[in-house]
């Protein structure tokens, strides 16, 4: 079976226009300098990673070995003895974090759940779906969660468990929740290390926190207790992707062993794609620490540059520490709908991904566009 002419065009044309728009994003927290070609000769399998990784399962073409490699280095880069961690690799970040909160929950069944106004929207699907009982708490004016308030919230329920969503870089600011300043509160609340959960959701920034010179608290030395990183995002691949990261001892109690694969159950889903920890895997080991740094670098000095630039011309943007995400009043429609920026009915972004260091020329297009629309008034917010 072949197919149509009809649809042979339809598809060409489709392949077209994502030609033309591969590098044009610079709205959404996704790069596009990945480059994947070797691992195309793995489409005419049916790989499959239902189960545990470090288990032997019984369907042969899994991935097994490149998904734990990922995990080592994961663990690495978030600062947990390997053998004393355990996560997989995920369909993206909600789905790490929404296994997160699901290990929370069983760790602390009367527990509440504590996240920000800022806390990407699948947060309230997650809590629905667990049915979690949660506070949302205020934000700052910057995006961090207001932690007066946080303390206000805790102590008014101080016999429950609590379980904190942080943000380690919201979705709209960029902004990074201060682990310290939460540790404390929970501290001064009476609660001890064993008597809280602590996830990180770190979809974006955390793979750039890892890179920069003087990050934020972000990782398990820090007190984290879960942590979830989205792949398509910072890293970049084709199908969306992330790992979530925890303790062993917590999977343990949500483990249950499956005659019918020969493996634990430890996940979310029953099947698991085994092509993308084959890609993260590829994503790792073809550059080096170094190399990942100077990208990371590079994106961070490129957001401040755009930051500079707006100011310049009179365009009040401003961005968080160490994210790439530029914040500034909501442009005209014509404006967001041209570069197709997300925003809300006071501010919109542009995010600086690996792709955009060789894109100026598009950043500095956008620069103009909001210098007219600032000059003749056409801001929205
Ligand atoms: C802060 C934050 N958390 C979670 C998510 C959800 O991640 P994913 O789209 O990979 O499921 C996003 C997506 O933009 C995000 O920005």
């Given at each position: 079976m072949q197919l149509s002419a009809q649809d042979q065009q339809l598809l060409h044309d489709f392949f077209q226009t994502c030609k033309l728009n591969?590098?044009?994003?610079?709205?959404?927290?996704?790069?596009?300098?990945?480059?994947?070609?070797?691992?195309?000769?793995?489409?005419?399998f049916s790989l499959n990673n239902c189960g545990d990784w470090a288990g032997k399962a019984n369907?042969?073409?899994?991935t097994f070995r490149f998904e734990k490699e990922v995990m080592r280095y994961f663990a690495e880069k978030f600062q947990i003895p390997f053998e004393t961690s355990w996560g997989y690799v995920t369909n993206g970040g909600t789905e790490g974090n929404m296994y997160g909160c699901y290990l929370a929950r069983e760790r602390f069944p009367n527990g509440i759940l504590y996240f920000s106004e800022?806390?990407?929207?699948s947060v309230a699907k997650i809590v629905k779906l667990l049915r979690i009982e949660h506070r949302v708490v205020k934000s700052l004016?910057?995006?961090?969660?207001d932690y007066d308030d946080l303390q206000r919230l805790i102590e008014r329920n101080k016999n429950m468990n609590p379980i904190i969503f942080a943000?380690?870089?919201?979705?709209?600011?960029?902004a990074i929740d201060d682990l310290n300043k939460i540790k404390s509160i929970l501290k001064n609340s009476?609660?001890?290390?064993?008597?809280y959960y602590l996830h990180a959701d770190?979809?974006?920034h955390g793979m750039i926190l890892p890179f920069v010179d003087s990050p934020q608290p972000y990782a398990f030395a820090d007190g984290i207790d879960s942590i979830s990183v989205s792949?398509?995002?910072?890293?970049?691949?084709?199908i969306p992707c992330g790992v979530v990261l925890t303790k062993k001892e917590y999977v343990e109690k949500i483990s249950v062993a499956v005659d019918y694969i020969v493996a634990d159950d430890k996940t979310i889903t029953g099947s698991r794609n085994g092509l993308t920890p084959l890609m993260l895997w590829y994503a790792i080991k073809s550059s080096t620490e170094q190399e990942k740094e100077i990208r990371v670098k590079r994106c961070l000095r490129l957001a401040e540059y755009a930051v500079e630039k707006l100011n310049e011309k009179g365009v009040p943007a401003w961005k968080n520490l160490n994210s790439t995400i530029v914040v500034f009043p909501t442009p005209s429609e014509s404006v967001w709908r041209k570069y197709g920026l997300a925003n809300t009915v006071k501010h919109a972004h542009l995010i600086i991904t690996g792709h955009m260091i060789d894109n100026i020329e598009l950043l500095d297009q956008l620069i103009d566009d909001l210098a007219v629309d600032m000059e003749s008034c056409e801001f929205i917010a």
């Open positions: 591969q590098f044009n994003n610079i709205g959404y927290p996704v790069s596009a300098d990945f480059n994947y070609q070797e691992l195309e000769k793995f489409w005419q369907y042969n073409l899994n800022d806390t990407h929207y004016p910057n995006g961090e969660i943000n380690i870089g919201t979705t709209l600011y960029g009476g609660f001890q290390k064993d008597e770190a979809a974006f792949g398509h995002k910072m890293i970049g691949a084709p």
